[in-house]
Nanobody, 119 residues
Framework: QVQLQESGPGLVKPSQTLSLTCTVS??????????WSWIRQPPGKGLEWIGY???????YYSPSLKSRTSISRDTSKNQFTLQLSSVTPEDTAVYYC???????????WGQGTQVTVSS
C-alpha cells in the first residue's frame, strides 16, 4: 500500500517561494509508469492540478503555473518536492501530493497540507 505524506511550512509571505515535500512509503518513486503530482484546492474552489514528475524524472506543469513552478525529486529519500515562487494570497490552498499511473487516475493521495500566503 503506497502512502504519501506532505510536509512544509503552513505560512508563507507574499513574494516568497512555497516549498513542500512529499515523502512516499510502500513504493518507489522510480517505479515504471508512476506519475507523482501536486494538486491544490483553494478555499471554496475546485481541485487544480499543478504538475508532475514522472518515474524517469521528467516534469510537466500546468501552463497557468509553469513560470513559477518547479518539481524535483530525491530518489535516495523517496521524496519529491514542489517549489512555487513569487506567491500571492491567491496561492493559499490545501496542497496535495498524489500518485497516478499513465491514465492519470489518482489512486493514492496524501492527506493534504494547508498553506496560507499572508504577511
Amino acid at each position: 500500500q503506497v502512502q504519501l505524506q506532505e510536509s512544509g511550512p503552513g505560512l508563507v509571505k507574499p513574494s516568497q517561494t512555497l516549498s513542500l515535500t512529499c515523502t512516499v512509503s510502500g513504493g518507489s518513486i522510480t517505479t515504471t509508469h508512476f506519475y507523482w503530482s501536486w494538486i491544490r484546492q483553494p478555499p471554496g474552489k475546485g481541485l487544480e492540478w499543478i504538475g508532475y514528475i514522472s518515474y524517469s524524472g521528467n516534469t510537466y506543469y500546468s501552463p497557468s503555473l509553469k513560470s513559477r513552478t518547479s518539481i524535483s525529486r530525491d530518489t535516495s529519500k523517496n521524496q519529491f518536492t514542489l517549489q512555487l515562487s513569487s506567491v500571492t494570497p491567491e496561492d493559499t490552498a490545501v496542497y496535495y501530493c498524489a500518485l497516478s499511473g499513465s491514465t492519470f487516475i489518482y489512486d493514492y493521495w496524501g492527506q493534504g497540507t494547508q498553506v496560507t500566503v499572508s504577511s
